[in-house]
């Protein structure tokens, strides 16, 4: 700090202090309550503790001003030349400290500034008032019974807020520009009990354990230590309560049932076992922090389930609609569970909070995140999985709140509601996208609206874009959406499998009739429908999960299990649950391409990683049992197959090689139409080579792009003419003996008949 502006704050420090010609004049006009002017409260009893630290304050530096010999009936004192004391050596300030107290209460006598000074002090404190409004500071005293140290503490702390000046005061009787808030060690030597200011750092005193002072510890200080030179504060937002109790709530919190909200006659919804812990929330009086868990699906309405508690309670709750960053800081939530409090207030944390909470922490909400367990408040926390609050102490959990999801006929209805005149000309469509995308009402409510907001009739097009923009499917490196590439025509299967693949259609297509109309979804949970690929590789079990998408208009994803199957304990149950949650809230298809990988049978638990693998598959079983959407398991191994996932399987379709005439139609149909293949001889590339359709259609891909580099095209050269190429049996045929080396399976020139001759020109032999 330059010299020049240790000067200005000396001159604002004796400018905000009385100076010793006028003191007396200022101190009666102002009643001391501050030194700042026109600084004024309400509240009788923070103005008189206010009075109290201004006043012991203003002796302080009356003392130190004596001590530097500057004499009070100097007229012409420059005050410029005057400089505070340089830094002593603390052992020996101490010990002067000790050796003047007798010359320092003399002087408080003697002087004629410090006697009025001192006279100030000797008026008693208000009587109590039990009408106070909740939350001041005279509430405060009141409540806590706070004697007459502890209210001079708080008036201390609070002052540094209240009056901006105070700082320089508090810097004064330092000796240090930089401290400009009280501490433990300036209670000491300005209070007249200075023993009883060691109960006041007892972590167990009121002022603490109610949230309504704070020290800024030293780092190297434990928590339970007293560190007299910490500051002591009183944070904003509480110190603006006390100080001002009847000024209206902080835009940070907002009640959840505002007076413009229209209640409807489906909101409140609570179940009957959510019922019970209300009424214990209703009839035990809360003495220490209470955190209640509410529990709903992402899109869940968790407020809805809130305001239901709180109209039940009777008591009024707030939602904390702040940055949710600041809550990592436990001094603000501190600050903020001590407010609410003060205004005989609950909180809710809605789930975006929470969630914002918990990626900061990975995984679960941390004990630091927290407030103190001693303040009286009940703190209700949207989640949408217990795991999020596993770290928090049970002693502050009360039981979980579940928000009870819409079942199919609510959200027919809630569509209905919120698209309104509209929904007339909807109905057929609502009917089939309330079974589709099982939105909460947060999802329909938002979806609606934009809607509403296109300013013409709403399409069925327009319907199911917004619901499927409304997905957010975010699976990372667990699964792949595919686009469907396949025609139904394309798939050539045995009559009898093309008949089970056309009942599997028509079965997800019957399952609003059957969940609904028949009743059978309370039976079967809503179920959908797990199916079973299982043949050889090539032979079509992905091409016909591509058609199945297709068809039913339901998105395709992926899973690869490389990435599902984890060798960390509880991982790969987490990634599947992530999974199989999207297909819970949407009509979806999940292909688990190579399931016996995950889906294969139990073990004898000889060790811990067969009992852990056990694990993954009893949770799949519970899964599968309540899956909403489509599941496809597709395996080359179907001997592998857990027996228990079996019988959970409504539909199972084996993919053979195909025979003769199927390969002939396999052949035709993979090549471009656009060839010429005139002097392709289908017969005998079906007779002789037994290959899978996956395996042509790679012949055929190869031979084409050979057909290509060697240009036999077929068209004029006209600019606008389309090119046209000729695919011989000569590129077919090698490409069909490369195919065979692919598959590291033996074949001899003999079983290429006449055409032979074509792949000894290469080199075969």
């Not at 997905?471 to 025609?487: C, I, N």
Request: charged share 25%.
């Amino acid at each position: 700090m330059t010299q020049s502006t240790r000067k200005e704050k000396q001159r604002k420090t004796r400018s905000s202090s009385s100076q010793p010609s006028e003191h007396t004049s200022t101190i009666s006009q102002q009643q001391a309550i501050s030194f700042s002017p026109n600084l004024c409260i309400d509240d009788v009893s923070i103005a008189y503790w206010l009075k109290q630290v201004t006043i012991r304050l203003r002796r302080e530096i009356l003392w130190n001003w004596h001590e530097l010999g500057i004499f009070q009936n100097s007229e012409n004192q420059n005050s410029s030349s005057v400089a505070l004391p340089t830094i002593n050596d603390k052992a020996i300030e101490v010990l002067s400290q000790s050796r003047n107290w007798d010359k320092k209460n003399k002087f408080f006598t003697s002087d004629l500034t410090a006697n009025y000074l001192t006279e100030q002090l000797q008026t008693n404190p208000p009587g109590i008032n039990s009408t106070a409004i909740r939350g001041s500071f005279e509430w405060v005293i009141n409540t806590l019974k706070l004697d007459s140290t502890s209210c001079f503490i708080l008036a201390l702390a609070l002052s540094v807020t209240f009056d901006s000046n105070v700082g320089y005061i508090i810097a004064a009787c330092f000796n240090d520009p930089a401290k400009i808030y009280p501490t433990l060690s300036l209670a000491q030597k300005i209070w007249d009990h200075p023993n009883q200011i060691l109960m006041i750092a007892d972590p167990s005193h009121p002022l603490h354990r109610f949230g309504l002072v704070r020290y800024s510890k030293n780092s190297d200080t434990p928590n339970h230590e007293i560190d007299w030179n910490s500051s002591i504060e009183v944070p904003a937002m509480i110190a603006t309560q006390l100080l001002f109790p009847s000024a209206p709530i902080a835009d940070y919190l907002q009640d959840i049932s505002p007076t413009t909200y229209k209640k409807r006659k489906d909101d409140f919804t609570i179940t009957n076992t959510s019922r019970v812990l209300v009424s214990r929330l209703k009839s035990e009086t809360c003495d220490r922090l209470r955190i209640c868990p509410i529990r709903g699906e992402r899109y869940s309405a968790h407020i809805e389930v809130v305001r239901g508690i709180e109209k039940i309670t009777k008591r009024k709750i707030v939602q904390f609609k702040g940055d949710p960053r600041l809550l990592q800081d436990t001094h603000y939530l501190n600050s903020l569970a001590t407010l609410c409090w003060l205004r005989d207030l609950d909180l809710f944390l809605d789930k975006d909070v929470v969630s914002i909470l918990r990626r900061d922490r990975q995984q679960h909400m941390d004990i630091t995140f927290v407030p103190l367990q001693s303040i009286p408040i009940t703190i209700f926390i949207g989640i949408t999985e217990k795991t999020e609050i596993d770290s928090i102490p049970n002693n502050l959990l009360l039981p979980m709140v579940d928000v009870p999801t819409l079942s199919y006929y609510e959200r027919v209805d809630h569509w209905k509601r919120m698209l309104g005149k509209q929904a007339n000309c909807l109905n057929e469509v609502i009917l089939e996208l309330s079974r589709k995308f099982r939105y909460e009402k947060e999802s329909i409510n938002a979806i609606s609206k934009g809607l509403k907001n296109l300013g013409r009739p709403i399409t069925k097009k327009d319907f199911i874009d917004a619901c499927r923009a409304e997905m957010e499917l975010d699976l990372g490196d667990l699964a792949q959406k595919v686009s469907p590439r396949f025609e139904e025509k394309e798939i050539i299967l045995p009559p009898k499998q093309t008949l089970q693949f056309d009942e599997i259609v028509n079965a997800m297509r019957s399952l609003i009739t059957l969940h609904y109309d028949l009743g059978m979804a309370k039976t079967w949970n809503e179920g959908g429908i797990f199916i079973l690929f299982s043949g050889p590789s090539g032979t079509g079990k992905t091409m016909a999960a591509e058609i199945l998408s297709a068809k039913l208009d339901l998105p395709m994803y992926k899973i690869d299990l490389s990435q599902v199957v984890d060798k960390y304990i509880g991982e790969t149950e987490k990634k599947l649950k992530k999974l199989f949650d999207a297909g819970d809230l949407y009509d979806l298809i999940l292909f688990f391409d190579e399931g016996d990988a995950i889906f294969g049978h139990r073990t004898e638990a000889k060790d811990a990683h067969d009992m852990y693998a056990n694990q993954q598959i009893s949770y799949l079983l519970e899964r599968m049992e309540r899956f909403k959407g489509m599941a496809i398991l597709a395996t080359n191994r179907k001997k592998d197959i857990d027996e228990a996932f079996a019988r959970r399987i409504r539909y199972a379709i084996d993919f053979p090689f195909p025979g003769e005439e199927e390969r002939k139609r396999i052949w035709h149909q993979v090549i471009p139409s656009s060839m010429d293949i005139s002097q392709i001889d289908f017969d005998f590339m079906a007779k002789h080579f037994q290959l899978a359709g996956g395996n042509i259609r790679s012949i055929i891909f190869n031979a084409c792009l050979q057909c290509i580099s060697t240009n036999h095209n077929l068209s004029d050269q006209h600019q606008n003419s389309q090119r046209r190429y000729r695919l011989t049996m000569d590129e077919v045929i090698i490409a069909t003996r490369r195919e065979y080396e692919k598959l590291s399976r033996s074949i001899s020139l003999e079983e290429f008949g006449s055409y032979a001759i074509v792949l000894k020109r290469i080199g075969y032999e």
